[in-house]
């Protein structure tokens, strides 16, 4: 195809040529102007500028000289910053600042080049103040200011774009100090060399006046919001000894990576694709572990979205941990009633290449275990804080051909046979316990009472020989409990959890060894390597029952001098009260033996569940509570009835105190719900006769509703 010729007359051609010419001598005339006035135009700037950060942010700004040194370059001396009663911030010897014109024209500062020498940049902390008070405060009163009207994806896409326009294309900094001094108690230097050439970033950091030599090396271009950055230190790891005595933990790693491929508009969300990356990481946090845990090589490929009123990790991330991969999906939503998402995929994959993956240190017990299949894991949360009960959460873990070939440093099925078991009391050994026929306290499960194993599994986890392992109800009610209560006041455990946790691990309240617990609980019930009859006889032979008293064995003895087949639905429902609490279990009783009153409501709430579910005859006068008697030798330990003592060394650490002498205030959750804040002294209250019949009865399915909505939440 032949594109036609345009003819334009020679008229229209000369007309053009004269308007641009014309465009063109105003244009230099106005640039000549500019140039001939640009001092002038400088000096005003910057004392306009002095100005307006002594009014607006407190600052006593100095500059020695200003001026040209070349079309669009700045050259200062002498700078120094000092907030208004305060240390001084900053001292420069010598700035060079260069801008793009073209980004000008829009009103947009890219910096072009950067030239800092012979200065150094101070913040000081002292009392409760700081230096750079000014910048907190600023931010406080914009926040105020801007409250309701914010919009996260362009605060997001404003943010990067302000940093990114201060990243030059070439820089050179020499002889540049940044300071850190906290209340005079710690101090930091770091001594700093760095260069930007073509987009090539080197850099040398001294720390601490050569306590150590850090890199920063990388490559950087703003233009197309690609920055690529590797930090590393000299013949060590790199680690900051300031920072982790403020976190109270070990923190250290060979080289840290990040890098930000792109960022963009999506729709209506600002879309920041990049990726993190480390290698070694050493990390050591009395609440995380015990012991040192070594991360190897981690990874986050990561697409983070930013809307009108959310942040999110997309589920297009993937992390990786050496050869494991799983894709997370986290998003917070902000708003009247915050919102909180999680999601975990990970594909079928290898399962001894997961195993390898996990950090070394953080399951210390499954250290050296072989295992034959894949696996594949899914997870998903979500919590709205304006209706936390309806919090959603599933977890599962998949096994496909999935065999263990060889046990690490613990024989996960030890428990078959004769074992020794040894409890612990904050933190010490308290005395070896044979688990097994040589020990007389030892109690097979046949020859313990039914009426202690359904009062216990009714109240500790009823759906023990059903579920393998976890009960993800129980779970999820216990996120909405301890979200609206504002603390841990509900566990999920169940008895295999219970059971793996004081057999196998330490009893240290680690994030690292509830971690292993959960997956030792896995690979039993999953591989059935202990029949849930063994789990229930080992539970039942080292669970606490009192001060030192472990097992069943030794409970029905020291409590009531019978032996556990003899144990009665009252005795059973007793024992199932205090295993929460149970050196409190004392307390229970009245001077004469008896139980005190409060516990009448516990006896027929739990009877008549278990009366319900068939594994007791239904009983009026409270499932044995009046018959429930402590053997006479313990009386004369009992305080008496109207007696107040305090309670509180409970849940500390003193050995010293008489396990008999308590008071009611130190309630588990049970004796709470049901006790409320009656006295030692209190009775039953009788039915008030005054009532009609018709008013009775309404009580009467009131009390049972209340009753079936508590059971459905036990």
């Not at 097994?436 to 109690?443: A, C, D, I, L």
């Not at 009656?678 to 006769?689: G, I, L, P, R």
């Not at 009532?691 to 209340?706: P, W």
């Amino acid at each position: 195809m032949q594109i036609p010729k345009i003819k334009i007359p020679k008229k229209y051609l000369k007309i053009g040529a004269w308007v641009l010419g014309v465009f063109l001598i105003v244009c230099i005339s106005l640039g000549a102007v500019a140039y001939s006035k640009r001092e002038a135009l400088l000096k005003k700037m910057v004392a306009k500028a002095i100005a307006k950060a002594d009014k607006d942010y407190g600052l006593e700004v100095k500059i020695g000289s200003a001026g040209f040194t070349g079309l669009s370059t700045v050259k200062m001396t002498a700078i120094s910053v000092v907030p208004k009663e305060r240390d001084t911030l900053s001292n420069i010897g010598e700035l060079s600042i260069g801008v793009k014109l073209f980004p000008l024209i829009f009103g947009n500062v890219k910096l072009s080049e950067v030239e800092m020498r012979d200065g150094f940049v101070s913040v000081v902390l002292k009392d409760s103040t700081t230096n750079i008070d000014f910048i907190l405060k600023r931010k406080k009163k914009d926040s105020t200011e801007n409250k309701g009207k914010s919009n996260l994806s362009e605060i997001a896409n404003n943010i990067l774009n302000q940093v990114l326009y201060k990243i030059p294309d070439d820089m050179d900094v020499k002889n540049m100090i940044f300071k850190f001094n906290d209340h005079d108690t710690a101090q930091l230097s770091f001594a700093t060399v760095a260069v930007i050439d073509g987009g090539d970033l080197k850099s040398t950091i001294n720390v601490n006046n050569g306590e150590s030599t850090w890199h920063v090396d990388g490559y950087v271009n703003p233009g197309s919001k690609e920055l690529s950055f590797t930090a590393y230190a000299d013949g060590k790891k790199l680690e900051l000894p300031y920072l982790n005595n403020k976190l109270h933990a070990k923190l250290s790693f060979d080289t840290l990576q990040t890098e930000l491929k792109n960022a963009k508009y999506s729709g209506n969300d600002y879309k920041i694709s990049g990726s993190w990356s480390v290698k070694n990481m050493l990390i050591n946090q009395p609440r995380i572990a015990s012991n040192d845990i070594i991360v190897q090589s981690a990874k986050l490929d990561a697409d983070i979205l930013v809307g009108p009123n959310y942040v999110a990790l997309d589920s297009s991330s993937t992390a990786y941990l050496k050869n494991a991969e799983i894709h997370p999906f986290i998003k917070y939503t902000l708003g009247k009633n915050k919102i909180y998402e999680l999601k975990l995929n990970a594909p079928e994959q290898d399962a001894q290449a997961v195993l390898n993956a996990f950090p070394q240190g953080l399951f210390e017990s499954l250290e050296g275990l072989k295992v034959q299949g894949k696996v594949k894991y899914s997870l998903n949360f979500y919590l709205d804080t304006k209706i936390p009960d309806s919090v959603r959460f599933n977890s599962t873990l998949t096994p496909v051909d999935f065999k263990i070939t060889k046990w690490g440093k613990t024989d996960l099925q030890k428990i078959n046979n004769p074992f020794i078991y040894t409890p612990y009391e904050y933190g010490k050994p308290m005395r070896d316990i044979t688990i097994g026929p040589s020990n007389h306290n030892f109690t097979p499960l046949n020859q313990i009472s039914k009426n202690f194993i359904n009062a216990v599994l009714t109240a500790e986890d009823p759906s023990f020989f059903t579920h393998n392992g976890f009960v993800e109800e129980s779970i999820r009610k216990s996120i909405a409990v301890n979200y609206k209560e504002k603390k841990f006041k509900r566990g999920g455990s169940t008895i295999s959890m219970q059971l793996v946790k004081n057999v196998y691990l330490s009893r240290q309240k680690t994030l690292a060894r509830k971690a292993e617990e959960i997956l030792i609980v896995w690979l039993i019930e999953h591989n059935h390597l202990v029949s849930k009859n063994r789990m229930l006889e080992v539970y039942f032979n080292i669970m606490e029952l009192g001060k030192n008293i472990y097992g069943i064995g030794e409970a029905s003895r020291y409590y009531f001098g019978k032996q556990p087949a003899d144990l009665t639905i009252g005795d059973g429902l007793f024992l199932a009260s205090i295993v929460p609490k149970p050196k409190a279990a004392m307390y229970k009783f009245m001077a004469g033996g008896g139980l005190k009153p409060y516990m009448f409501n516990y006896f027929r709430f739990m009877g008549n569940i278990m009366a319900r579910r068939g594994l007791t005859p239904a009983d009026t006068s409270g499932y044995g509570f009046y018959n429930v008697r402590l053997r006479e030798g313990l009386r004369q330990y009992l305080a008496p009835d109207t007696s107040a003592v305090d309670t509180s060394a409970f849940d500390g650490d003193d050995e010293g105190m008489p396990p008999v002498i308590m008071q009611d205030n130190n309630k588990n959750l049970f004796d709470r719900i049901f006790g409320g804040s009656k006295s030692d002294t209190s009775t039953v209250k009788q039915a008030d006769t005054t009532k009609t019949k018709k008013q009775l009865r309404q009580e009467r399915r009131e009390q049972r509703r209340r009753e079936k909505e508590q059971e459905n939440e036990l």
